[in-house]
């Protein structure tokens, strides 16, 4: 019979081969409470996906605050995902404010507003990709604080921001711009050429920025990678896979617009492995 928690590997399989694949290197005792967390990661990442107007997606997202205040309408536990993620926080108490903030900031994936700045654009990310690493790591650590909050932040910040650009193409078919406003303006990008699919110096030029940000926060993660005990290393692997989707992105015929960047599962496998490798060492 399948339990909750198996639900919510099910789905992180299906809907986030990254984290799956680095959730397998934890230990089996934890293992679970990742795969929770993940889970409802998904949950909320994907209402825009399941909902056609911004109003049902407010809906389905409040569901989730009152879940967490322990007010949500209807048995919380008939929803598999969570029900794991209520025994997950139970177990190793986690910040529920940190779960509220996540939930938060995807209310601006709901709408088509633009991304102000470079600065918003890093909050964004932070309250969900460096938070979801920051929360792993409590897992990993057994409910303990495990001191890699800046960690988490550059971490989180160089994997969110490298995911935004992969997906570029698929937001901009729905006029949906993660890009900030200040970094398109600085190079003169024009929004109604991006939104009909046509790639021009200026964006190119606005991506090669972004690229380079990207960058700096994997510079910070190095250097703060001591910090990172073998305990907590698979919290952080999906950091692993940046260089290789920047690699992808520049190219020759890449095209930000309509190009796919993807890796093969063997080789996300040998980049995850080879990564864990080098943050124990």
């Given at each position: 019979?399948?339990t909750?928690?198996?639900?919510?590997?099910?789905l992180v399989?299906?809907l986030?081969?990254?984290?799956?694949?680095?959730a397998?290197?934890?230990?089996?005792?934890?293992?679970?409470?990742?795969?929770a967390?993940?889970?409802?990661?998904?949950?909320?990442?994907r209402?825009?996906?399941?909902v056609?107007?911004?109003?049902?997606?407010e809906?389905?997202l409040?569901?989730w605050r009152d879940?967490?205040?322990g007010?949500?309408?209807?048995?919380a536990n008939?929803?598999?995902v969570?029900?794991?993620?209520?025994?997950t926080?139970?177990?190793?108490?986690?910040?529920v404010?940190?779960l509220?903030?996540?939930?938060d900031?995807?209310?601006?994936?709901l709408y088509?507003?633009?991304?102000?700045?470079?600065?918003?654009?890093e909050?964004?990310?932070?309250?969900?990709?460096?938070?979801?690493m920051q929360?792993?790591?409590i897992?990993?650590?057994?409910g303990?604080?495990?001191?890699?909050?800046d960690?988490a932040?550059?971490a989180?910040?160089?994997?969110g921001l490298?995911?935004?650009l992969?997906?570029?193409?698929?937001?901009?078919?729905?006029?949906?711009l993660?890009?900030?406003?200040?970094?398109l303006?600085?190079?003169?990008?024009?929004?109604?050429?991006?939104?009909r699919g046509?790639a021009t110096q200026?964006?190119?030029?606005a991506?090669?920025?972004m690229?380079?940000?990207v960058?700096?926060?994997l510079?910070?993660?190095?250097?703060?990678?001591?910090?990172?005990?073998?305990?907590?290393?698979?919290?952080?692997?999906?950091?692993?896979?940046?260089e290789?989707?920047?690699?992808?992105?520049?190219?020759?015929?890449?095209?930000?617009?309509?190009?796919?960047?993807?890796?093969?599962?063997?080789?996300?496998q040998?980049?995850i492995?080879?990564?864990?490798?080098?943050?124990?060492?």
């Amino acid at each position: 019979m399948q339990t909750n928690f198996d639900h919510a590997q099910a789905l992180v399989r299906q809907l986030d081969p990254d984290r799956y694949l680095t959730a397998l290197l934890a230990p089996e005792e934890h293992r679970g409470g990742l795969m929770a967390l993940y889970a409802f990661n998904m949950e909320v990442a994907r209402v825009r996906e399941l909902v056609r107007d911004p109003l049902p997606g407010e809906v389905r997202l409040q569901w989730w605050r009152d879940f967490l205040a322990g007010s949500a309408h209807g048995d919380a536990n008939a929803n598999p995902v969570a029900a794991a993620l209520a025994t997950t926080i139970d177990r190793y108490r986690l910040p529920v404010a940190a779960l509220q903030g996540l939930i938060d900031a995807r209310v601006f994936d709901l709408y088509d507003d633009p991304m102000p700045t470079l600065h918003d654009l890093e909050g964004y990310t932070g309250e969900t990709s460096s938070a979801l690493m920051q929360l792993a790591s409590i897992i990993l650590a057994g409910g303990d604080e495990a001191g890699t909050c800046d960690l988490a932040g550059h971490a989180g910040v160089a994997y969110g921001l490298t995911g935004l650009l992969r997906a570029l193409p698929w937001h901009a078919s729905r006029r949906q711009l993660y890009l900030p406003a200040d970094v398109l303006d600085r190079h003169g990008v024009d929004r109604e050429t991006l939104f009909r699919g046509e790639a021009t110096q200026e964006l190119g030029a606005a991506l090669a920025e972004m690229r380079e940000h990207v960058r700096h926060h994997l510079g910070r993660v190095k250097g703060l990678k001591t910090v990172c005990t073998p305990a907590i290393v698979p919290a952080f692997l999906p950091v692993t896979l940046v260089e290789a989707f920047l690699g992808k992105m520049e190219q020759k015929g890449y095209d930000p617009l309509r190009s796919e960047v993807s890796l093969s599962q063997l080789r996300r496998q040998w980049l995850i492995w080879r990564g864990a490798r080098r943050l124990l060492t």
